[in-house]
């Protein structure tokens, strides 16, 4: 069974502080995204990233998957009360196919004024 | 663009009654998935539906069963309902390319009593 653990679960911060929140497992994955789920919504895709060591970025978020495609982290420069949310990673199985996602644990973020 | 949708988007039932929800994907997608999401179990994966076949089962007991009309709409049903089946069901959408990037509902909000 593939995991995927976040870290940290729970972060509340200031506006205009930076966080990052980390995506890990033990597993490989062929193409990993990056949800955001608002209260009382579904997740929205933010982005989706597919080659070891690749980052993007995407506005004030910088999203990097790790080299050996188990890991990923996502960067907020300058948190904003906008990006409060819950955030999710989900990893897809097997490259090239539309196999099953496994969804992280997720990180609940506040941003308060 | 209409996005995914959801009906009912609440719903109280009690236990041992059975649920029916339903999804209407974006148009011109024909893949459907389902999801079950708890504060404690975080989201997971149901099932997945490809033109009318079942293409991908999570790891939930049998009475939770779901189905593909032609059109590609989907309905989710839940039998004998018990109290740990009070959750958010969540359907998303997708036109199954090789990252199966997902389009979510705003969901369905279930309460057993």
């Known amino acids: 069974t593939q995991l995927l653990e976040q870290s940290p679960q729970f972060l509340s911060i200031q506006e205009g502080e930076n966080l990052t929140v980390y995506c890990n497992s033990s597993?490989?994955?062929?193409?990993l995204q990056w949800y955001r789920q608002e209260p009382g919504e579904g997740p929205v895709l933010l982005v989706t990233?597919?080659?070891?060591?690749e980052v993007k970025k995407l506005k004030r978020l910088t999203f990097q998957f790790g080299d050996a495609r188990k890991d990923s982290s996502l960067h907020i420069t300058a948190a904003q009360p906008g990006d409060t949310g819950l955030y999710l990673c989900a990893g897809a199985g097997v490259a090239g196919t539309a196999s099953k996602l496994t969804f992280g644990t997720g990180t609940r973020l506040q941003v308060t004024l | 663009k209409a996005g995914v949708t959801q009906t009912p988007r609440y719903l109280i039932k009690t236990r041992g009654q059975q649920v029916t929800l339903s999804c209407s994907p974006i148009?011109?997608?024909?893949?459907v998935s389902w999801y079950q999401q708890t504060p404690g179990q975080g989201l997971q994966f149901l099932f997945e539906?490809?033109?009318?076949?079942?293409?991908n089962k999570g790891n939930f007991p049998g009475r939770f069963s779901g189905r593909q009309f032609s059109n590609s709409r989907s309905e989710m049903n839940v039998s004998t309902l018990e109290l740990g089946d009070s959750a958010l069901y969540l359907c998303?959408?997708?036109?199954?390319?090789?990252?199966?990037?997902?389009?979510f509902g705003p969901g369905t909000r279930l309460t057993v009593l």
């Open positions: 148009s011109g997608h024909r893949s």
């Open positions: 998303a959408s997708s036109w199954r390319g090789a990252y199966n990037e997902q389009f």
């Open positions: 539906y490809f033109s009318e076949t079942q293409r």
């Open positions: 990233v597919v080659t070891g060591g």
């Open positions: 597993s490989v994955f062929s193409s």
